[in-house]
């Protein structure tokens, strides 16, 4: 942007091309040479107002070296606000001075606001936090920015019994689209209906989800909870209207919770894809696409090509297509890319059975666990790369950490291999398997419980299980015990476990219409069922 400005300058264009550089300053990110060359050149061209402008920008983008740069051009006002943001989001001493010495009429400023929050958020001063993001409505701006703050608090205040004050900071969410705008208005409905017990504005919140979202994990979540709203009001006529439209989506958590509350007791079947034709094999026969791909793989650069193999699954439209991509996935050695592209075709409506829920990659003689939950938890953790190795060094097929796999180990009389972890398939699977057996005999056959722990560690489901009551005794109920562990990465782990090890008892059934069971597996190991 900036250098088309300067071009424009160049052949004469000065109005326009005056206009692009200033565009350009407002929004863009410069190595330091840069921008000293660009203030060198046109520093008459700004105004004080385009530097604050740009200071914030940076500042809101964290952008915290960049933001010192500004300071000697801004008002000295700006320069004590931007100063005490820096600070406060580096975690800095002297904060308190900092924040003093912002003047008056900038104290109420919304970055302000934001930093000091979410500094306090990081100290462990939750109250402080709360008390300070009370004080903001809607209206405020970046509301992308605010909703991590938000939505921490606003589960901390559930579990304080400040049901109110919860629903009063997720509900003023102001945002418009995106999954932080889908989880905001859901969590927004189910604190409104599960905890409040307002039917009308949960129903509000609901139906704004449904209405917004195209996925289908968001569309069975929304059609699913106006039913169960509608339950609350005993309109059975009502709830099953939405039931069904959830249950179209039957391969989703709440698509097989709504199908239970339809009385449906088998899963249907899920269709079969046919594999690509001869006219898709010969347009993508000479595709340099395909072709980087194919060379990469032979290069053993097999990771590069993931980004290729997910940006062409977007510009695809007909199944066939998505099984040419996952086809070739699956040609590279990366199963776990052919998931991904079955993942992209199953949110645009595709399913892709064979594909995105496959079933060959372990061969165990009786396994501490049925083979549908291993292979569950195993696309979950890995989409079955065998070499897979996680930031936080959990390793195979069911990303397990040495330490745990050495414990496992032991106590099976196995030779423990680090290497083996992620070279051979049965070894792997064998003892993540087992660890999975015990954390389930652990919490008494609970399979929530127990993939929880997998998932988040035993420690965490402990303090879960303190904090809301023990779903197996009937204290709290089992779907909104799940909806209220803290840990986003957790709740969504839980139900995709859950939701595909329907969907794998299926395909063990070779592919016939298996038995539904979901709410026998969220509620094994319960004292009331």
């Known amino acids: 942007m900036y250098r088309y400005g300067e071009a424009l300058l160049e052949n004469g264009k000065q109005t326009k091309g005056k206009s692009w550089i200033k565009q350009a300053w407002s929004v ?12 060198k050149k046109h520093l008459a061209l700004f105004t004080q107002a385009d ?14 070296t960049a933001a010192t740069r500004m300071l000697p051009y801004v008002s000295k006002g700006q320069k004590k606000l931007a100063i005490a943001r820096i600070r406060l989001m580096k975690m800095a001493g002297n904060v308190d001075a900092a924040v003093n010495s912002v003047p008056v009429e900038l104290q109420n400023d919304p970055s302000l606001i934001y930093e000091r929050a979410k500094w306090r958020r990081r100290k462990s001063l939750h109250d402080g936090s709360r008390e300070l993001l009370l004080q903001i409505d809607e209206t405020v701006p970046k509301a992308e920015k605010w909703w991590l703050e938000r939505h921490i608090q606003a589960r901390k205040l559930l579990a304080m019994g400040h049901v109110s004050d919860a629903y009063r900071l997720v509900s003023q969410h102001g945002l418009t689209e995106g999954g932080d ?5 859901w969590l927004s409905g189910w604190i409104a209906l599960r905890f409040l017990g307002d039917h009308d504005v949960a129903t509000k919140h609901f139906v704004r989800l449904f209405e917004n979202v195209s996925f289908p994990i968001s569309r069975a979540r929304g059609a699913y909870w106006i039913g169960r709203t509608q339950l609350a ?22 698509g097989q919770m709504a199908l239970h509350e339809m009385g449906k007791r088998r899963l249907p079947l899920i269709p079969e894809i046919n594999g690509p034709d001869a006219s898709i094999l010969t347009a993508y026969a000479m595709d340099e696409r395909v072709m980087v791909i194919r060379h990469l793989g032979e290069l053993e650069k097999s990771k590069w090509a993931k980004s290729f193999l997910l940006k062409m699954a977007e510009d695809v439209s007909r199944p066939e297509e998505y099984t040419y991509l996952a086809a070739l996935a699956t040609e590279i050695g990366r199963p776990d890319y052919a998931i991904s592209v079955a993942k992209r075709a199953h949110q645009l409506g595709t399913d892709l059975t064979e594909i995105n829920w496959p079933t060959k990659s372990v061969d165990l003689d009786n396994p501490a666990i049925e083979l549908p939950l291993i292979l569950a ?13 996680s930031s936080a060094g959990a390793r195979g097929l069911m990303q397990l950490m040495p330490a745990t796999a050495k414990n496992v180990s032991k106590k099976l009389n196995v030779s423990y291999s680090k290497s083996l972890l992620t070279e051979d398939a049965n070894y792997n699977t064998l003892l993540g398997s087992s660890y999975l057996g015990n954390l389930i005999d652990r919490y008494n056959g ?7 722990s997998y998932n988040a560690g035993p420690s965490r489901v402990r303090s879960w299980i303190k904090e809301w009551g023990d779903p197996r005794t009937g204290e709290i109920d089992m779907v909104d015990w799940i909806e209220l562990i803290p840990i986003s990465e957790t709740r969504n782990y839980v139900q ?3 939701e595909n090890l329907q969907v794998y008892r299926q395909r063990l059934n070779r592919n016939r219409i ?16």
Not at 377 to 389: G, L, P, V
Not at 446 to 452: R, T
Not at 514 to 529: F, P
């Open 377 to 389: 938890i195993t696309r979950q953790e890995s989409a079955f790369a065998i070499d897979a190795i």
């Open 181 to 185: 705008f889908a989880t905001a208005e």
């Open 28 to 39: 863009g990110n410069f190595p330091k040479k840069l921008e000293r060359h660009i203030l």
């Open 514 to 529: 298996s038995l539904l069971q979901i709410d026998k597996d969220i509620n094994r190991g319960s004292e009331t069922h």
């Open 233 to 254: 009001l005993n309109d059975t006529k009502k709830a099953n209207f939405w039931f069904e439209i959830a249950a179209r989506h039957y391969t989703t958590f709440y």
């Open 446 to 452: 609970s399979y929530v419980l127990a993939i929880a």
């Open 51 to 64: 530097h604050e402008k740009r200071l914030d920008r940076l500042l809101w983008e964290r952008g915290a």
């Open 496 to 498: 995709r476990v859950i």
